[in-house]
């Protein structure tokens, strides 16, 4: 069994960090905030006081952070402190140029890496049920493969560095997308006098069931796992998901590729940030949709 250090013990670092416990490994964690810290150490992670004491004698480096700024900075201190050969694993969702970014940097210092965001939200995490989209060199993902599968049930190569965040910025695009459309048809439901429990038990079975309805249906009652029956607490916060709409609306401009959906997807969610949805569930959407004027 291996050491790992968790960097980042949030909504999803804390029970990917439990996971990897649970199938049998050492685990140090370390997070900026107390909360998590002592959520994490209640679970029977051990708790480090710093990035550099967390990684120091790890054999593998997994990071969960909000944004590629501060993935750079704590890879930054992560790879000077760890030892040599040491694999580095970025699971947080960040753009690609950040991604590749810190490869380098890991293996201009000796170290194995991947980047590997995930899908399947909190309830994955949970249930160490995640799918894990990877992108690096055969030898980091032949060393990388049996962590992750401590975690997710689905693990796919993508390709070199890089590409597994292509593929998360891709899939959440399909996603924030979605959740809109399925918010404005239980609101349109509503209208018409259709219940919200009709409108899902048709569309979960027929050409409208998707991930954003049978998982994370937007409105309380059908789901009851789903963030809407316990007042849209995170979950996926909104504003992780409108940093995901923002990242793939950079990569469609830099590379010339129309998105109409994904650049009003990200308008919407943007509006909604703004006017409440922070530090809400991003499926409260649905809320913010229903108060806007009718066309
Ligand atoms: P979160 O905000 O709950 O967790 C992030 C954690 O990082 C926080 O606990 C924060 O205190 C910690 N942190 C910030 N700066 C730090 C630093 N310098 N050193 C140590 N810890 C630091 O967010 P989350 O929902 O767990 O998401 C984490 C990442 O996973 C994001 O990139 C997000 O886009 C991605 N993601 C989230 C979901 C989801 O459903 N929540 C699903 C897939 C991917």
Not at 27 to 47: K, L, N, P
Not at 103 to 125: I, Q, W
Not at 164 to 191: D, H, P, R, Y
Request: aromatic share 4%; proline share 4%; glycine share 12%.
């Amino acid at each position: 069994m291996a050491c790992i250090a968790v960097v980042g013990l949030g909504n999803m670092g804390g029970p990917m960090a439990a996971n990897l416990r649970k199938a049998g490994h050492t685990v140090q964690g370390f997070d900026v905030s107390a909360r998590c810290r002592e959520q994490a150490a209640a679970g029977g992670i051990t708790v480090a006081s710093s990035v550099e004491d967390a990684v120091r004698g790890a054999d593998a480096v997994l990071t969960m952070l909000p944004n590629g700024e501060i993935v750079a900075s704590v890879w930054r201190e992560a790879v000077a402190a760890a030892r040599p050969a040491t694999l580095m694993i970025d699971s947080s969702t960040i753009d690609v140029a950040s991604a590749r970014a810190v490869h380098d940097v890991a293996r201009g210092a000796g170290h194995l890496s991947l980047d590997a965001p995930v899908s399947g939200g909190t309830e994955g995490a949970t249930a160490g049920t995640l799918t894990f989209m990877v992108g690096g060199d055969p030898d980091s993902f032949a060393a990388g493969q049996p962590l992750l599968a401590a975690m997710g049930r689905r693990i796919v190569h993508c390709g070199a560095a890089g590409t597994g965040q292509a593929a998360k910025i891709c899939n959440n695009m399909i996603l924030g997308v979605t959740m809109i459309a399925v918010s404005e048809a239980f609101n349109l439901a509503s209208q018409v006098g259709l219940s919200h429990q009709s409108l899902f038990d048709v569309a979960s079975t027929s050409s409208g069931q998707c991930y954003a309805l049978t998982t994370h249906c937007p409105v309380p009652g059908p789901v009851p796992t789903a963030a809407a029956n316990r007042d849209y607490r995170p979950g996926f916060a909104a504003e992780l998901m409108l940093k995901d709409l923002g990242l793939s609306q950079a990569v469609a401009s830099a590379s010339g590729t129309a998105t109409p959906l994904g650049a009003a997807a990200h308008a919407i969610f943007d509006a909604f940030v703004e006017q409440g949805g922070r530090g809400r569930d991003y499926s409260a959407v649905v809320d913010y949709l229903g108060r806007l004027p009718a066309t």
